[in-house]
């Protein structure tokens, strides 16, 4: 069974159109992520939450942005998607602490601007 | 975080055991090595992780020297499947220690008949 689930796999929005991309898990894990993958890119670290606790990182653009409600679930908005936004968005957990340090990743979210 | 260089293709036969290396020259001390798999438009898989010295499991073996300032994941007798992209990481395994990972940029191994 799936323990990171994104929704939906793929989404087309319109360029400057606000767009919502979700992320659940089942593992009760303290650390989720969302990574940025371009066409034959690695996947790129946007932002990370410990707990409710947000750690941006520096080069992620102001456009980015996300909430995360409760442990299960987060949400990466991005509030005026650009051609340049296209890409597929992975959604990981993973524990804070105790050792194993595997990081699970979700399915993907594909975007398309058009 | 330490920087992880690896090559950027590699081929291979099936059958074949394929070998790759991957230069993390500044690893620090509570770094692991971790290795993910990924398939065209899928979320990367976990396939194996070493502190030092040699971890095996069903899928694959990782190679840790001494000065763990290098490592290299064997994948033994590779068959079409085997095809993907294979990121190493380093990172802490306890978040609260650091453990974001940033992915370098991967091999591609393609494996032929």
């Known amino acids: 069974d799936a323990m990171v689930i994104q929704n939906p796999r793929y989404q087309v929005t319109q360029f400057g159109k606000p767009v919502t991309l979700s992320c659940s898990q089942t593992l009760n894990h303290n650390v989720m992520y969302w990574y940025q993958q371009k066409s034959s890119q690695a996947p790129k670290l946007l932002f990370h939450?410990?707990?409710?606790?947000?750690?941006n990182e520096a080069d992620t653009p102001d456009n980015f942005q996300s909430r995360r409600p409760n442990t299960s679930f987060c949400f990466l908005d991005i509030r005026s998607p650009g051609l340049g936004d296209a890409a597929m968005y992975l959604c990981?957990?993973?524990?804070?602490?105790?050792?194993?340090?595997?990081?699970?990743f979700g399915e993907g979210s594909w975007l398309t601007v058009v | 975080l330490a920087k992880t260089t690896q090559p950027i293709s590699m081929d291979s036969y099936e059958g074949q055991e394929v070998n790759i290396t991957c230069s993390h020259n500044n690893i620090a001390t509570n770094d692991y090595i971790t290795w993910y798999q990924q398939f065209p438009s899928q979320g990367p898989r976990f396939i194996i992780q070493g502190y030092k010295t040699k971890v095996t499991n069903e899928v694959a073996s990782l190679f840790i020297p001494a000065d763990r300032k290098s490592s290299t994941l064997s994948l033994p007798r590779v068959s079409l499947s085997d095809t993907a992209v294979y990121y190493c990481?380093?990172?802490?395994?306890?978040?609260?220690?650091?453990?974001?990972?940033?992915f370098g940029q991967g091999t591609e191994l393609s494996v032929k008949p």
């Open positions: 990981a957990t993973s524990r804070a602490g105790g050792g194993g340090g595997t990081i699970y």
């Open positions: 990481l380093v990172g802490a395994s306890n978040y609260n220690q650091g453990g974001k990972l940033i």
């Open positions: 939450y410990y707990d409710k606790d947000f750690n």
